[in-house]
Each structure stands twice: as C-alpha cells, then as structure tokens.
C-alpha cells in the first residue's frame, strides 16, 4: 500500500456505566485500512464490532485512544468541524428500514447528503439524485416511494446510494446483507464490489456471516471481548484460524450435507 | 391524504368524521342563514320545541330562538375547544420535544414544571386562571391550554426518547444533518403521531371545560355558548327542561363525534402500520 | 410405507384478508410427515413458509382463510397446543412473558397439560431447564426473560414448547436472530431434544447449509407454492427445479471458490451468472 492509510484506529478504548456498573466494550483496539480495500471486522454479538464502528463513526466518543482520518485526528473533531467531514465517511445500516425516516422518500433520502453539504445546486439535484439512483441500479420511478412500499433489496440500494452521494473515502457497512433474502445478497455484495473498483472507495464490513466475509473483503480482523484476536488475509484466517474465537466462529458455520 | 381515508373507512372514523362535518359548517354557515343577534328576542317565551315551525326547537325564558342559539353556541364551543386544544398541543408538543432530545438539565427542568401544572386538577387551574384574568375567549382558550398541555408534553417525551436510539436518526447525523434539523425534520415529526391521537380527548374535554365555566358565569358574557343556555335553562328547569336538555344532548354529540373521530384516526394509524 | 403419516396436508390454501384486498400466501399445498421424520421449510420472504408452519400450528392470525385439510391421522382429532405440538418463534423471548419468571411460565405449562401440581411442575421446570443447559437451573427459576440472553432465552423457549410433552415441535427461524456461534449450540441442542424424545419436527429457515445438518427432508417454497419436497441428500445433490438449483449454486460458504465477482440468479428465470468486473450488478 503506497497510499497513507484512509483509517487509523490505535489503542481504542472504550468503556460503559450503567447504574454503577462499568462494562469495558473496548480493550485498546488497533486497526488500519487502506484506500480501494475491503477490511471486514468478525466476531461473536457483545464483541464490540458495534462500539467500534460508533467510535469511527463518531456516534459515541472513545474514551481515550488515536483516531486518524486521512490523517486528520478525527477524535478531536466537534460541531461544525466534524459534520464538514462527514462526507468522507459515510455508513450502511444493517436494517434499511430502520435506517430511513418512515416519513420520507426515496428522493428526499438520496438528496439529502447533497442538500445538507451543498454539494450540488438545487437546479440540479433532482438529475443527481436520478444519476445516483442509476449508479445503483434502481429504476428511476422509485424515486417518489416511500421505504415501506420497496422491497427489501431496494431498500438496500437506496442506503448505498445514500451513502456514496457524497464519494466518501470511507464507508462502514454494518451487516449489509444480514437482514435480506439470500437471493438478493449477491447483487448487493457484487454492486458494493464494482462501486469500491470504479471509485476507490475503502470499506469497513462488519458481518458475523464468515462466507460473506470470505468472499468480499481481503482482510479480517477478529474481535473479541473488546479486542482484535486474530487479524491477517481473510481466506487464510478463516482456512486455519488460530484464535479460540475465530476457531469457535469456523466451526459453527453451517456445512451443506449433499449427501443424505 | 391517505389517512383520511382509512379513517373514513372504519365505521367509528366516518360517524365522528360526519356529525363534526355537520357541526363545523352549521357553525360556519350561521350568520348566512340566521343572522343578526343570536341574542335577539324574536318571539315569545318558553315556546315547546316541535310545536312552532318558526321556533323548531322554541324559545327561551326571554323568547330568544333556542336553534339560533345553539347554531351560534356551537361557534364558540368549537372555536374555544379547537384553539385551546391546538395551544395545548403546540406547547406540550414543543416542551415534550426538547425535554426528550436534550436531556440532563432541560428534560429535569421542563419535566418538573410539567408535573406541577400536571398536579393540580385541570378545570381548577382553568377557574383560578379565569378568576384573575376576567373572561374572555382568549383567556378561556388560555385557562383550558394550561390543564391540557402536560399530557401531549409526556407523550412527546416518550415517543422522542424512543426515537432518539433509532438507526434513521444515527443515520441522519452520518449523514452530517445539523442537530436541530434533525430534532425538527426527524424526530419530532415523526413524535407527532401519537401526539395527534391525544388530539381528540384534549378537545372533547376543553369543550366541557367551556361549557362548565360558561355555566358557572365564567365564560365570556357577549357570546351565547351551551353551557350558558345550559345555565339559563337551570331556572325553569321544572317547567321547560329543554332549554337545558337541548344544548347538553348537543354537547353530548358534539363529545362523541371528537371521540369516535378519535377512534377511527387511531385505528387508521394503526390499519397503516400492519400494512407497512 | 404402510404407516399412516403423522401430518397430512391436502390441497392447502391459505388467503390474508386485507381491507377489500385478498392477498394469497399458499397454493395448493400437498405433503406428508411420517412420525419421528424431520422436515425443513426452505424458502425466502414471502415464499409462504412461515405461513405453512403457523397454519398447521393453528396460529394464523384472524383475518387469514384457510381452504384444504390439515389432519393428524394418529391424534384423531385436531392437535391441542402446548400438548401434542409446541411451537418455537423466531424473536428469542418474544414468546416469553416478561413480567412472569423462568419458573412460573414452564411451570404453568406443565400443571396445565400434565395435571400435576405446583411442586412437582416446579421440580420438572427446573430439570427442563438443566437439559436445555441454562446454568444453575434451580436458581434461576426465579429469573425474568430480561435477565438472560438471547441465546439463553431461545433455549428457556425450547424448554417451554417442550414442557407439555408434545409430539411434534414446530420451530420458525429459531436461530435467525442470533450469531453463528450461538446458533450453532441451538441447533445441536435441538438435535438432541428431538433424537431423545422421538419427536417430530418441523422447521423453518432460509439457511439450506442449516437445513441439511437438522433435517432429513425437505421441502422448497416459492411464492406460496411448494417447488420442491423430498429427502434432503437427493433434492440437494439433484435438484429438480431452477429454484433450487440457483440456491444451491449461488450460495456461499467457506469453500466456495473465490473470485472477483459473486454468482447471481435472475428473479424470474433463476438463471445463475456471474456479472464480469465493472458492470453494473
């Protein structure tokens, strides 16, 4: 990699209290991916893959730890200083319904990245909107829908649309085809594959499904209880995993019986 | 819009939805079809309901038209209950949102001065209120609107709260959206629903706020309401009981029709989401 | 097999009355179960399979029609809830009420299908729970659904569908809704609560690899219509419809050969390709 890293995560902590109890979410976490790669972070529910991806995301704020951007420190960013750079870094949701105002529609949703940071002149974002519509795939009447009236699949496209509006440097997919029919995965998988080829664009996939894992990102990083216990090429971990965490994950993938 | 249909579809959505029909343009149609003075003398006293075509419903203790007058009490019957119950809204929905959306401090405040409205009876509050200020319609709106506004300001609260851990409101702010657009264009439009549902109680009970302080001399002296032809009608209610019975079975619709109104929106709302 | 099945169904349909709206969401739907066999209902949303497990669960929701015969020939007469059969929802503790403990819900379970008393369904509940190895079981008979996991809960609604001793158990998406490595202890518990007590299953998922480790036959729905239905070893090694086919070539796992584009199947002919790089997937 000749490029700096898009992201740099070192030494990330962060920890929760409730009502008196501290839960430690994560234990000092180190990561680096590089522009045009795919690095997918695995591991069991309750790991911290979710904290982590708040704390890059600025949605929750580390406790203590370095966070560099395109080597900006992204955690000291505030206010208007960091909704300036939440372009380059955008997000998809693991359950499109939810990650969309049942209020609006597909149009008002893809433009609003366009028309929150003024990207394009109100002239002309109805044609932005319809362009990254295409770019995804989607017939352009399903611009006046609403996400209730979608199918699944769609649904899914309208986030990426969403989320490359802005041509971030990074996106976090956050279990982007969990929540779909199984059919439908490999279309979104194969669309977020072209997008990352044609635009450069880094990803950040969170999946507990090792296959999807396996057959999208190039590097895994195995959490843990808050930390990365295995990380290295994704075909080679997952063919002969080191960690007990990762051997555990291995093994509990369902195997096809072909025969009866 | 789609939820007037649906509403229209369920029975109870259509009864409400009609009787208010008539109600809003009778009060609206008033002056065209009886004007001058409600208040005139037009013929003579306690004449019987039924009985004189040009009295349909008769004439009270001093010979005034009882339809006349109920046409125009239901002018302000509706105006009161409509306009408190919508002040009484925009403030709860306003102080519920901010409470639920900045938390700490604001939500401690905001919600310890709801509950001290919130203690005290609500048709107290509007009598003390009235009390000091003398009666007015703007007054008596404001007197009903102080009972009222606590319950939407909790409801607001709540569904802001649960709102504010969604994924689309996380996603708005991904998105770089500037907090207040996201507290306005996000969450507290979508708070709003159960909100409006509330709409319903609050305005059947600020019509009966109104009529109670009408009957008691509280409401404003210049207008006819029901309550006041209810107060009147107190004095013979032996020998004509509807000068009395009249407005309150008017009363008694007009509360009815706001609740199966009500019904039929929640239902609606309800219908909508199973669909989704 | 000279045996009468143990599930029979004949012709069935089943509509959603929505509004003035009809909305089909089985077919003419025909198969068998014999007694003591294991059946998986693959398919994906609105292919029906949930709708197929609730019906013959008894479940469906009030606005849905049903049309054919669902029969148990061996019970003689239609199967009691909680007593011949017992069901296992997807949402772990969705099933679980929450202001009632652990205990007290297997407990009424057992009192009410069993007879026995309070003490002695106490004492079952908490054997239950120790089998389907939820820790301390004796102690935490006292717990609320909150206080356990995911995992955890779906395991105290196993117990709960099996405290009334049915014969078949009915399982929809059990494990859709937990991690693979949790799933994977549910579903060899499953496994070995169905082998021990000779129950029959039937079950619910979109996972064919799952479904071929849990099952011996299966059955493939497609838009409210059953495709395909046989032993597991032979509709997998031979699929006989392009549905099917396509599942099975397009699916992932950890030996699926890599490449730079996934396999795809067309939505109407479920024809599989695989799109080249830069074209628009």
Redesign the interface.
């Known amino acids: 990699m000749d490029r700096a890293p898009v992201l740099e995560v070192s030494d990330l902590r962060k920890s929760f209290t409730h009502r008196g109890r501290t839960t430690i979410a994560l234990r000092g976490v180190h990561l680096a991916i590089g522009h045009r790669e795919t690095l997918a972070l695995a591991g069991p529910s309750g790991s911290g893959k979710t904290t982590l991806a708040r704390c890059i995301?600025r949605?929750i704020d580390p406790d203590t730890g370095g966070l560099r951007f395109n080597g900006i420190d992204l955690a000291a960013l505030r206010g208007a200083q960091l909704?300036?750079v939440?372009?380059r870094?955008?997000?998809v949701?693991?359950?499109p319904m939810?990650?969309?105002?049942?209020?609006a529609t597909v149009a008002r949703i893809v433009e609003?990245?366009l028309r929150?940071?003024d990207l394009v002149p109100r002239a002309e974002r109805r044609a932005a909107v319809r362009d990254l519509l295409a770019r995804v795939s989607l017939p352009v009447d399903i611009a006046d829908r609403r996400p209730?009236e979608i199918s699944g699949g769609q649904r899914q496209r309208v986030a990426i649309a969403?989320a490359i509006a802005t041509r971030p440097d990074l996106i976090v997919l956050d279990e982007p085809v969990s929540s779909l029919d199984v059919s439908v995965r490999a279309q979104i998988l194969n669309l977020l594959m072209d997008l990352q080829a044609e635009t450069g664009v880094a990803y950040l996939l969170i999946s507990h499904d090792l296959a999807v894992v396996r057959a999208v990102a190039r590097r895994v990083a195995v959490m843990d209880a808050g930390r990365i216990v295995e990380s290295g090429e994704a075909s080679q971990v997952l063919a002969a995993p080191q960690s007990p965490a990762t051997l555990a994950m291995v093994q509990a993938v369902p195997r096809l019986k072909t025969v009866a | 819009m789609k939820i007037l249909r649906a509403m229209i579809?369920t029975g109870e959505g259509a009864a409400g939805l009609g009787v208010l029909t008539c109600l809003v343009l009778a009060a609206l149609t008033a002056p065209l079809f009886f004007p001058g003075d409600p208040l005139a003398i037009v013929g003579p006293p306690l004449v019987s309901p039924f009985s004189d075509t040009a009295y349909p419903l008769g004439t009270d203790r001093l010979g005034r038209s009882v339809t006349v007058e109920l046409i125009y009490g239901a002018r302000t019957t509706l105006l009161v209950a409509i306009t408190s119950a919508a002040t009484a809204l925009g403030i709860g929905a306003l102080v519920g949102t901010l409470a639920g959306f900045f938390g700490g401090i604001v939500d401690e405040v905001l919600m310890r001065i709801t509950e001290a409205f919130q203690t005290i009876p609500a048709f107290l509050l509007s009598l003390a209120f009235i009390s000091v200020t003398g009666p007015a319609i703007p007054t008596i709106v404001l007197a009903i609107a102080l009972g009222a506004w606590p319950q939407p300001a909790r409801i607001a609260r709540a569904e802001v709260l649960s709102l504010r851990e969604?994924?689309?409101v996380?996603?708005?702010?991904?998105?770089?959206?500037?907090p207040l657009?996201i507290a306005v264009?996000?969450i507290l439009?979508?708070a709003l629903t159960p909100v409006v549902s509330l709409a319903a109680v609050i305005v059947a009970a600020a019509v009966l706020i109104e009529a109670a302080l009408s009957f008691l001399g509280l409401g404003d002296p210049n207008r006819v309401t029901w309550g006041s032809m209810i107060a009147e009608g107190r004095t013979v209610l032996r020998g004509a009981p509807f000068l009395s019975i009249v407005p309150g079975l008017a009363l008694v619709v007009t509360v009815l029709a706001v609740h199966l109104t009500g019904r039929g929106f929640v239902a609606a709302i309800g219908?909508r989401r199973i669909?989704? | 097999m000279s045996a009468a099945p143990f599930l029979s169904v004949r012709g069935l349909g089943v509509h959603y009355r929505?509004?003035r709206r009809r909305v089909a969401a089985l077919h003419d739907v025909d198969f068998d179960l014999a007694l003591g066999g294991r059946l998986a209902l693959v398919g994906e949303s609105g292919s029906g399979k949930s709708t197929l497990a609730l019906a013959i669960a008894g479940l469906l929701p009030e606005n849905a029609s049903i049309t054919g015969t669902i029969s148990f020939p061996s019970l003689g007469a239609a199967p009691r809830p909680g007593r011949d059969l017992g069901v296992v929802f997807q949402d772990p503790g969705g099933s679980l009420n929450p202001v009632l403990s652990i205990g007290d819900q297997i407990a009424e379970i057992v009192v009410v299908h069993r007879g026995v008393s309070w003490r002695a369904a106490r004492s079952i509940a908490a054997e239950l729970l120790d089998r389907v190895r939820i820790p301390q079981a004796q102690a935490r008979l006292h717990g609320f659904p909150h206080e356990f996991s995911g995992g955890q809960r779906q395991r105290i609604a196993m117990a709960a569908a099996l405290a009334g001793e049915p014969r078949l158990l009915i399982a929809d998406e059990p494990t859709s809704a937990l991690d693979t490595v949790v799933q994977r202890e549910l579903v060899l518990l499953l496994d070995e609560l169905v082998r021990e007590r000779g129950l029959t299953l039937l079950f619910v998922t979109h996972d064919i690899a799952l479904a071929s480790e849990l099952a011996d036959e299966v059955a493939v729905l497609l838009g409210g219509r059953m495709v395909e239905h046989g032993p597991i070893g032979s509709v997998f090694a031979a699929p006989a419809h392009a549905y099917t086919r396509a599942l099975l070539e397009t699916r992932l796992d950890l030996d699926t050969p890599l490449s730079a584009r996934l396999l795809e199947s067309d939505g109407q002919t479920f024809t599989v390709r695989r799109p080249s790089e830069m074209s628009n997937g």
């Open positions: 995301l949605l909704r300036a939440r372009p870094i955008q997000m949701f693991q359950d939810a990650a969309f105002n049942p209020r609003d990245p929150v940071h209730h969403r | 579809l969604r994924d689309f996380a996603a708005a702010r991904v998105v770089g959206m500037h657009e264009r996000e439009l979508n219908a669909e989704a | 929505d509004g």
